[in-house]
């Protein structure tokens, strides 16, 4: 299955660079609207949200949103090998690169309780209709995801939202695929 996963890794890694920045911005776009349109994103106290990379969905607006909204938004910060807690986030002038050179916030950041979070907002290669998402291989989200009962959202540009992905029993789901097309509520096989 490991093999499966980093054949399909390769090939997306390979396809979404060829991604236009005119595309990347309408699927941004889009799912911007759909996420904030969410009931469960309006009255989520707590948000939890990946920091995206430059050729991730692109979560800074969505981030500025939560925090205008009065939101309490957390981001990832990676505190050791395949571990990541979250911390608080009061302004995005706060991340600066971090591990793997993508941003976080200060290491004296307020650390929020994986309890506290009312939406996990997290990054995806790939995901399919029943809530399965393929990442990078390192495991950070999916050790993240089990130890909080918040409902997970993925985003995912919908050219990658796929009918079915190859996973491993420690693969974690999620339970709403947001494309810039659609809201999908994952249903477990």
């Excluded at 090998?81 to 600066?96: H, Y």
């Amino acid at each position: 299955m490991q093999s499966a996963k980093q054949a399909l890794r390769k090939t997306l890694l390979t396809e979404r660079r060829k991604v236009s920045l005119m595309e990347r911005h309408a699927v941004d776009e889009g799912v911007f609207l759909h996420i904030t349109a969410l009931d469960l994103y309006q009255k989520a106290q707590t948000v939890f949200l990946y920091c995206s990379t430059a050729e991730e969905i692109d979560t800074s607006h969505l981030m500025e949103n939560a925090l205008q909204a009065g939101k309490r938004v957390c981001v990832p910060l990676c505190t050791g090998p395949g571990i990541m807690e979250a911390r608080e986030l009061k302004d995005l002038a706060q991340l600066s690169p971090g591990r793997f050179g993508i941003l976080e916030p200060p290491a004296d950041s307020a650390p929020i309780s994986p309890e506290e979070i009312d939406l996990c907002i997290v990054p995806c290669l790939a995901a399919d209709t029943a809530g399965r998402r393929l990442g990078y291989g390192g495991g950070y989200y999916d050790r993240f995801l089990a130890r909080t009962p918040a409902p997970a959202a993925a985003l995912c540009a919908g050219r990658r939202f796929l009918r079915t992905l190859p996973t491993e029993p420690h693969d974690q789901r999620c339970d709403i695929i947001v494309t810039e097309r659609q809201v999908h509520i994952a249903k477990p096989e």
